[in-house]
């Protein structure tokens, strides 16, 4: 079932399920990027869950070509944009009343709201400007805690036993790791393709009107 971002919050999902709806949101918005678009609306109303069970795939309806001059900037704007979307959805305050030097000069006074996991990660990105996206910041995360508990595991085992195995499969979190999946990559690349095409096609009018207007030129010449 499709549903608005809008709509689903208003749902009132527990915290797990908006974490991994964020992740599945800044997975989404960092393979746009990597195609050399951007996102240009981060109304909850102009983005759209194509499947809430699954959470995804996630369709950014705003979506424009970036020069690539700005591309760093432009990617930075979305990643803060993604972001304040989380802090305003925690704290339960509106888009539109959320203030971004408010927030930058009090983000202390938001912490109680936010998960406790991913305080550190909307502190970089609201107070100094990190561009790194949500999905790389949990799988991160998820990553030493499985190291940590690896080792941990292994500095048991060779007490009791000397045996040293360690964690061969664990799931990090209940979150987990989530790849772009097959209909996202489809969903995205048609959208490429079929704006490329009509750009080809906006520039190939004007150009056959120029050769038409040369060729009646060129007739009237040699009428003439």
Do not use: C, W
Not at 61 to 76: C, G, H, L, T, Y
Request: neutral net charge.
């Amino acid at each position: 079932m499709k549903v608005n971002l809008k709509s689903y919050l208003d749902s009132a999902p527990d915290v797990s399920s908006k974490q991994k709806l964020f992740y599945n949101m800044s997975k989404t918005m960092e393979y746009i990027h990597s195609k050399d678009y951007s996102i240009s609306n981060f109304n909850p109303k102009e983005i759209e869950i194509l499947d809430v069970e699954k959470l995804g795939p996630i369709q950014y309806n705003m979506v424009s070509r970036i020069p690539k001059e700005i591309k760093q900037d432009v990617v930075a704007n979305n990643i803060y944009n993604l972001s304040f979307v989380q802090i305003s959805t925690y704290s339960n305050i509106n888009l539109n009343d959320l203030k971004p030097t408010f927030l930058k000069e009090n983000f202390s006074s938001f912490e109680q709201f936010l998960p406790e996991d991913d305080v550190p990660y909307l502190r970089g990105v609201i107070e100094r400007g990190s561009t790194i996206y949500y999905y790389q910041y949990v799988d991160e995360k998820n990553k030493r805690q499985i190291e940590m508990l690896n080792n941990q595991v292994g500095q048991n085992n060779e007490m009791t036993n000397g045996s040293g195995y360690g964690i061969q499969k664990t799931k990090a979190t209940a979150i987990g790791k989530a790849m772009v999946d097959k209909e996202t990559r489809k969903l995205y690349d048609k959208l490429v393709s079929n704006r490329e095409s009509a750009f080809v096609s906006f520039l190939l009018f004007p150009l056959s009107l120029i050769i038409l207007t040369g060729i009646l030129l060129l007739i009237l010449v040699v009428i003439s």
